[in-house]
C-alpha cells in the first residue's frame, strides 16, 4: 500500500490511523532519510494510544520506552549503528518480546540481527510531499484509514 502524505498533518494522521492496527509483541520499522517525518509519525502513534507526555528521538539515547495503560512500547533508532551485532552489546534483544510493541527507525542498521517486521514503512523519495509504501505480514496489520475515505486529512492514500 502506498500512501501520499502532503504534510506533517498526514503524517499525524498515518500515525492515529496506526494505533488502531498495532499490539504488544509487534515490530514496526520505519525506514527513510533523515527528516522524513519517522519520529513525528512515532509521536502521533503514542498520542492515540494514550501517551500524553513528551515523545523524545532516540538518536542519542537508542531507545526511548514508554509504559502505558495501552502496554509498553519501546521506540528505537538504530541511525549510529555501523555493525550487526551493535544492537546486541548494547543489551537491546530482551526488549523484542511479546509485552512490548518495538518501533524501530533505521532498521537497515541492525542488520541481520533485527527479527522480520510484521508491518514496515518505508519512506520514498518525492518531490513534493512524503510516499510511503507500508507493507504488512499480515493483511489485518494494515491501517484501515485509506479503506475509511479515499483523501483522509488530505493525504491521497493510494491501494
Known amino acids: 500500500m502506498l500512501?501520499?502524505?502532503?504534510d506533517p498533518s498526514a503524517t499525524e494522521a498515518?500515525?492515529?490511523a496506526l494505533a488502531d492496527c498495532v499490539r504488544p509483541g509487534m515490530l514496526v520499522t520505519l525506514d527513510g532519510p533523515l527528516g522524513s517525518?519517522?519520529?513525528?509519525l512515532v509521536r502521533a502513534l503514542l498520542r492515540?494510544?494514550?501517551h500524553s507526555g513528551r515523545v523524545r528521538s532516540p538518536t542519542y539515547t537508542v531507545m526511548e520506552p514508554y509504559d502505558l495503560a495501552w502496554g509498553r512500547v519501546c521506540h528505537f533508532d538504530f541511525y549510529r549503528f555501523s555493525k550487526d551485532f551493535e544492537a546486541d552489546d548494547a543489551g537491546l534483544r530482551e526488549e523484542f518480546n511479546a509485552a512490548t510493541l518495538c518501533v524501530v527507525e533505521w532498521p537497515l542498521q541492525a542488520?541481520?540481527?533485527l527479527p522480520s517486521a510484521d508491518l514496515a514503512l518505508i519512506w520514498q523519495p518525492v518531490?513534493?510531499?512524503r510516499l510511503v509504501q507500508i507493507c504488512?505480514?499480515?493483511s489485518t496489520c494494515l491501517p484501515v484509514w485509506p479503506a475509511q475515505s479515499a483523501n483522509p486529512?488530505?493525504?491521497g492514500a493510494k491501494a
Open 3 to 6: 500512501c501520499q502524505l502532503a
Open 14 to 16: 498515518l500515525g492515529q
Open 37 to 40: 517525518g519517522k519520529t513525528h
Open 48 to 50: 492515540a494510544i494514550g
Open 111 to 113: 542488520g541481520e540481527w
Open 127 to 129: 518531490t513534493e510531499g
Open 136 to 138: 504488512a505480514a499480515a
Open 153 to 155: 486529512g488530505g493525504t
